[in-house]
């Protein structure tokens, strides 16, 4: 959940977004139009940045909730964060074991990458485009996220999801890799 995201930060220290994030993601949820009473909530309980660590663990965590057939959304593993691609390698892994499907969204990528960038597999992209409706539900859904909004003033932190991360995130269309 980010909940190293604001390293020195009294404001937002990791006791209180290891708490104030699961919160976050559900009322985000909430407000895509999920039905969260009829969503099962897992929790692998890895930590910020750490998640390489227990790569396999996760692996066979994810492993043990899928069955053939089943789609899953992961981060890219190559993403640029070691997190979300040390979860994109344990889905991928996990997706291969029972014949379920991998879709992987690059998120951080758009910070890195430029649309020539052969680092990126763009013959693997697929392109989704989103209702202006389904944009404005995601809009309310990332202001869920006022520990990623807001910095920490006292010490310089800027928030997680600065203003430009905000125009990448509200485009209308999200791109996957198949």
Known sequence: DGSASHPGSRRWPVERLSVVRPQES????HRLGLPLHSLKWLRAGFSDSQVAAGEED???????????GDVVFTT?????????????RASAKATR???ATLLEL????WHWATPEDSQVPWDRAR???????????????????A??????PQIGLPPVLAPYVLERLLQPFEVVFV
Request: glycine share 6%; proline share 5%.
């Open 97 to 99: 074991a029972v014949g």
């Open 147 to 152: 520990s990623q909004l807001e910095g920490d």
């Open 58 to 68: 996760l692996s066979r965590f994810i492993e043990r909730y899928l069955k053939p």
């Open 76 to 88: 890219w593993r190559e993403d640029g964060h070691c997190d979300h691609e040390a979860v994109g």
């Open 106 to 109: 690059p998120v951080w990528t």
């Open 26 to 29: 559900a009322q985000a949820l």
């Open 127 to 145: 392109k989704i485009l989103l209702t202006p409706e389904a944009v404005a539900r995601k809009r309310h859904a990332i202001h869920a996220f």
